[in-house]
RNA sequence: ACGUCUGACCCGAC
């Protein structure tokens, strides 16, 4: 079965989908059937694809053709679905689905939520959160990362804050830089700087996105000694910049006249074997 | 075998 499923894996990844079926049919009928990582492999590849009638029908066959879908099964199929834009049928399967066990549920819930983030539909965000806290099915921090973000973006911050400072709610960094970047875009920037005080003392360090969130507030604001100083502080706490601190800084400076240290920074970016895009 | 959260710019659509 691992010699045939290599096998699958291979002609799927080269989009040869119609032969991984045939090898599919022919493992069934050589005494080797085919579990569900075979199957998984294939769901996978026809989600790529957009087949998402043939995964639906694969799923619904499984029990007469000898094999169950696991958690990872639907959370492939749930994923499929998102990444082609197909939200609202990825909800119908969270509906559907919730019952296989709840690591996969969380996990998959996260996926949904964040992609109905991402398009904007916030509310329906938060109607997902409710629905997981009734189902029982355990939220992780990056499901709070996704609400708060959710909520950030319809400018509900002020709930977002109670949300993120109340009692058993599990922050992390994605969670402070979430806050801070939706202070930022409303222009709360007193709220910003007191935030980032707030992070670092309940001992969660800054990384690069919350510099980077930084720099780019103050360089809106004129301030490109500030923004210089941050993007120094965070090399004097090890973290490596990256090409997107590089471009905000660059950005900043230009664009508030500061070419000499605009191409200082320029310099030191090329001399860290970054490529400019 | 799925591997879900946050940052700059650019581009496209409206």
């Not at 329906?124 to 709070?144: E, P, W």
């Not at 911050?157 to 949300?163: D, E, G, H, I, S």
């Not at 222009?187 to 690069?208: A, F, Q, T, W």
């Amino acid at each position: 079965v691992c010699t045939y499923t290599s096998v699958l894996k291979g002609l799927c990844s080269l989009g040869r989908i119609a032969d991984a079926k045939k090898l599919i049919e022919l493992m069934r009928r050589c005494g080797c059937p085919p579990n569900s990582v075979a199957y998984n492999i294939l769901i996978d590849a026809l989600c790529k694809n957009g087949n998402f009638d043939e995964v639906d029908s694969i799923l619904k066959e499984s029990e007469s053709k000898g094999w169950k879908p696991n958690a990872i099964s639907y959370h492939i199929y749930i994923n499929g679905l998102c990444k082609a834009g197909k939200l609202e049928d990825a909800y119908r399967q969270l509906e559907q689905r919730f019952d296989v066990g709840w690591d996969v549920s969380f996990r998959s819930y996260n996926i949904v939520m964040s992609s109905f983030c991402k398009i904007g539909r916030c509310l329906m965000v938060l109607k997902l959160f409710s629905d997981m806290l009734k189902k029982g099915i355990d939220a992780d921090t990056r499901t709070y990362n996704i609400v708060v973000h959710s909520l950030c973006k319809a400018g509900k911050l002020r709930k977002a804050k109670c949300m993120v400072h109340s009692r058993g709610f599990s922050v992390n960094v994605v969670t402070y830089n979430t806050l801070i970047n939706g202070y930022y875009r409303i222009g709360n920037y007193l709220e910003v700087e007191h935030l980032y005080h707030r992070m670092k003392s309940e001992k969660i360090k800054p990384d690069i996105f919350t510099y980077t969130i930084l720099i780019v507030m103050f360089c809106s604001q004129g301030r490109v000694s500030m923004a210089k100083y941050c993007f120094d502080e965070s090399i004097r706490k090890g973290l490596l910049p990256d090409l997107v601190v590089y471009s905000a800084l660059i950005n900043g400076c230009f664009k508030n006249g500061e070419l000499h240290l605009g191409l200082e920074v320029l310099d030191r970016m090329l001399g860290q074997g970054l490529i400019p895009n």
